[in-house]
């Protein structure tokens, strides 16, 4: 007899996502798919507005990296005008996104990855949270909560609020820093560059301790910016390797268009993008933390360059397991990057906007950049300064296609003859975790993750039931 | 003392409201002593626990939205409506200025990105609603917190009131009112009614950080939206968006804003500026008595 799984809701992107897992007549997986079911519409209901309004609207598209969302729009703006902004104002941008980088790396790292491996993947779900691990390891949940902290603390002291920023503005930015406020985070970040290296040292253990293969193990080609060789988290070029590591394409974002494509599928709000020159579905590439660590030759700080050789023979990373030690390499980079910005005077500069005046013909402008979960592109076309038509890629799509294959393989290499415990179901959704898909931070955050297995005969009848709530 | 159960809830929105319970950072772990939170966030798990406090951040835009929210109400003993998509439709709203068809279509076949498009279909994902609407357009609330997202502040405030068993209270006044920049031509009669004003602060050769913004001939939401936000962005120095949503006394954010700048001399002008619907309406049309495009016509 036929049988379907539904495990919903396992994690999410900006909503609700699930996941249904087809067995066949001996109880083995035949089919299995992520299914994001949400959609909001961006796209077109962006139509009609000011230009110079979208990089605080489309801030609304995620709570959790909003700085991307605005720092993307204001490049697409200031790329539509034709300004070139002032040294001060883009190390400005870069110091808010490296705020951005330690916020959003050390919540999925801490606040929802680690408990699978702190507390064990098949532990009390009840326990299997972060609150799980305030109770065993208090001081540790504490420097989390600190991590954290101190990301949203550069946010708001540049960015004007910790979600939803406001002062990238097209031509730079609409206040300078000041030289308290320079000082205070130069001295809170210096703490920052410590927990975040122990944040390395816990991700190395569970690395070495764990199978590779356990959450998949994909073969895929790779795309994200690179800056002379160097991991780039703000500006460059968009380079795409094959899965053996060959360089397939290195283009100036720009020109995304000509690269990548989005696929529609019947059973999912989130397109899948793809290579274009390979087509769909071969064309399906990786982002995010694996995929940036393979595409860069090296990284430009000193600790993370460190832990990035450590790895480089390794490269190009395919398992899944491979995405929450790259998650804190980037989290070290991004907190050393944080310390050379605040350590360089131009950042107190005063210089930080040039006047920018209305572009009243037809204009076209696109920003990209490496959002916490991969290459972000906001792509506006404006008539009389109004948004004639908008598209936008969002960091989590990219990666689409790769999670719903990697649920399929974990789904195959666990469940036999029917038997499903929710031990499994977890190892399912920490597949989907390693992707750090924006709602799963959430879901995990302050609590436990509901999810409800329904176990259904092909006619529909149910069969079985777990939860587990 | 017994804790007091508390779910959370997402139906759509951005996990900004989220973030912004987390943002209590140490704060949180004494909240906690005190609350016990059974489910967070919940999704559209068919299972909601009873509990004393229901926060739902979000609006309501699918089918699943709506039974989440139907099913919390069932549940919970309190309704909060949590952030201003909750409490107005927020942001997500916008698209209520379109025909569900049209957004469809430029998602899934007009994107220039996309290849071979189709609008997606399945008995897999939610129907979308027509309208996006507000929780309160759904369910019954019981208290109303705003904010895009709230404030740290704020929210231990309203869950502090809540553990004291008092009413929560919302700041009832206008942003100009706790907003600091100075007025010096404000309410000077002028005849220059329709000015020829900036529209952007990029357009400014200077944004002055201390003098209000209508003064500087920007359009500043803050005489139509409710304070409570910190003033946030006008301390980033930029203008105030309204994501605070209307003040109790204003039903329609949009409407009251371009009754403030009529009576507002210099800043009259404004009142035409391109996308006041955009901007007016932009965290609260659902909720607004202005027709919505209705389907169909």
Known sequence: MNKKITIEPVTKLEGHGKVTINLDDKGEVSDAHFHVTEFRGFEKFCEGRMLWDMPVITTRICGICPVSHHLASAK???????????????????????????????????????????????????????????????????????????????????????????????????????????????????????????????????????????????????????????????????KMIDEKGKTLEEFNPKNYLKYIGEHVEDSSWL???????????????????????????????????????????????????????????????????????????????????????????????????????????????????KIAKANIIVATAHNNRAIDLSVGEVARAFIHKGEVTEGILNKIEMAIRCYDPCLSCSTHAIGKMPLILDIRAHDGKNLKLIKRD | MKKIKVATGILQGCFGCHIAILDLHEELLDILSSIEIIRSPINDIKDVPENDLGILDGCVSNTDNEKVAKRFRERSKKIVAFGTCACFGGVPGLRNLFKLQDVLNRGYIETESTVGGKIPSSDEIPDLLPHVKSLEQVIDVDYRLPGCPPTPYRIKEFLTSILNGKEPVLPKKNLCHECTRQHKEMYIPKREFISDSVHSIMELEHIDDKLCFLEQGVLCMGPATREGCDSRCLKGNTPCRGCMGPTDDAMEQGAKIINALASILPAGGLMFLEDIVGVGYRYALPSSIIPYLKEGK
């Not at chain 1, 609020?161 to 809170?188: C, Q, W, Y």
């Not at chain 1, 990786?286 to 595409?295: E, T």
């Not at chain 1, 390499?329 to 930080?352: N, P, T």
């Not at chain 1, 959002?371 to 792509?379: N, Q, S």
Request: one cysteine or more; aromatic letters at 8%.
């Open chain 1, 76 to 238: 697409a703006c200031d790329d539509l005008l034709g300004v070139e902004i002032p040294p001060a104002a883009k190390k400005l941008r870069e110091l808010m996104h490296m705020g951005q980088f330690i916020h959003s790396h050390s919540l999925h790292f801490f606040f929802l990855a680690a408990p699978d491996f702190v507390m064990g993947y098949n532990s009390d779900p009840l326990k299997r949270s972060v609150i799980g691990i305030l109770e065993k390891d208090p001081e540790l949940a504490k420097k989390a909560i600190k991590l954290r902290k101190i990301g949203q603390t550069i946010i708001d002291k540049v960015g004007g609020r910790p979600i939803h920023p406001v002062t990238a503005i097209p031509g730079g930015m609409s206040k300078p820093l000041s030289h308290e406020d320079r000082f205070d985070l130069r001295n809170l970040i210096k703490e920052a560059i410590s927990l975040s290296s122990l944040s390395v040292e816990i991700a190395e253990k569970i690395l070495e301790s764990s199978t590779l293969s356990d959450l998949g193990d994909l073969k895929t080609a790779h795309m994200g910016l690179v800056k002379s060789g160097n991991l780039e988290l703000y500006d460059g070029t968009l």
């Open chain 1, 271 to 385: 397109k899948f993008p793809f290579y274009k020159k390979k087509g769909w579905p071969d064309g399906s590439y990786r982002v995010a933390p694996i995929s940036r660590l393979n595409v860069a030759d090296n990284i430009a700080t000193p600790l993370a360059s460190a832990k990035f050789k450590s790895i480089a023979n390794s490269k190009p990373l395919q398992a899944n397991m491979y995405y929450h030690y790259a998650r804190t390499i980037e989290l070290l980079y991004a907190a050393e990057r944080a310390f050379e910005l605040l350590s360089d005077d131009e950042i107190v500069s005063k210089d930080v906007r040039i006047k920018v005046d209305k572009k009243e013909d037809a204009g076209e402008g696109i920003g990209v950049i490496e959002a916490p979960r991969g290459t972000l592109i906001h792509h506006y076309w404006t008539e009389d300064s």
